[in-house]
């Protein structure tokens, strides 16, 4: 065998349009009553699920991402004497429920969404990110790419230094985890109509490849 060798690493980027959606929203219930805390943030819940189908999406497509229960306080400054002390006070008990609605992406549904939940009397915090519904096809066409540049480089290399390359001899690939999204904060004063047009969702990858000159 050979010894020696070319070793180059072969790059890609693409850039592609979201094609799905997923609206982030937040509730949360606060009360000095544990039960009471439970009780309104279940209700929460069921008038945003009725506020959704009001709007045409099925009840199916809310889905709950995480859900907490923390105790909440207060810090509270008070004088003893002549000494300026501070101490915490307890306010309630704190539901944070965190939920999805998520679809193909189409301008017009996206906007009856927000709106929706807008109106909604839950009144969630609301994120929209713009995604890909199969990122796999993402990154395969990226690995293709990736494995096309590191041969030109190759054969650019070899035929600039007089050489000839010669066979494939190892690839080395640590997978990327693809997290290609757009996210959009949505303000509690944001215009009824959204309008939204999501810039393209740029990913990239690389990999080492190991040839032999001839």
Known sequence: MSERRIHVVGTAQVAK??????????????????????????????????????????????????????????????????????????????????????????????????????NCLSQPKISVVFTLKDPATLSDKLLKAAARDAQRKAKILCAASGVKLGNLLEIRYQPTVFDAKNEILVGANENSAFNFRPNDLIASDSADFLWEIE
């Open 17 to 118: 349009s979201p094609d799905f959606v997923v609206l982030n929203l937040i509730l949360n219930a606060c009360n000095p009553d544990y039960s009471s805390a439970m009780k309104i943030a279940a209700q929460q819940v069921e008038i945003l699920r009725e506020t959704l189908v009001e709007a045409g999406f099925s009840p199916e497509n809310l889905k709950t991402v995480a859900f907490n229960v923390d105790s909440k306080y207060e810090r509270e400054d008070f004088r003893d004497g002549n000494a300026k002390k501070s101490r915490e006070t307890f306010v309630g008990f704190d539901c944070r429920h965190d939920l999805a609605l998520s679809f193909d992406f189409d301008a017009q549904k996206l906007d009856f969404a927000l709106s929706a939940v807008k």
